[in-house]
């Protein structure tokens, strides 16, 4: 039996648009469910937002999203979360880190640090945080 985290974030009317993006960074599969496909509208300009949307990897990127409706509470906070991409390989991290970082706003660049060989942290043009790194190899002495 295995066990999976996969972050799900919450948006307003942006959730195609933040997974086709995050499709483009990590590749792999989207799929998708609208309201109005789930027979779920409440109001009909919501009808082709997004109800439960992922975008999986071959990597094992899963990301999760949808579009809070409109008659629901949509707070989203500050930082609220930081997605955490971890990967043993420099070059696919930094792959991952060069598309996310079109459109963002870079809080620490990618770069080696104390803790890993490669640790980085921005936040992309739909408000998401993500730290990317690469894990280190501890002396397990």
Known sequence: MSVNVTPHL????QAR???????????GSLATITYADAHNVTASDEADQIMWGQ?????????????????????PGIIPLFVSVRGT???????????????????????PA???????????????????????EWDAA
């Open 10 to 13: 919450n948006f307003r009317g």
């Open 89 to 111: 390989d420099a070059d696919e991290i930094t792959a991952y880190w060069n598309k996310l970082a079109d459109g963002a706003t870079v809080l620490a660049p990618l770069a």
């Open 55 to 75: 975008v999986e990897s071959d990597a094992g990127v899963r990301i999760m999203a949808y579009d809070v409706p409109g008659h629901a509470a949509y707070e």
């Open 114 to 136: 104390q803790w890993a060989p490669l640790y980085g942290m921005l936040t992309d043009r739909f408000g998401v945080t993500w730290v990317l790194d690469v894990q280190a």
């Open 17 to 27: 648009a933040a997974l086709e993006f995050y499709q483009t960074v990590f590749g």
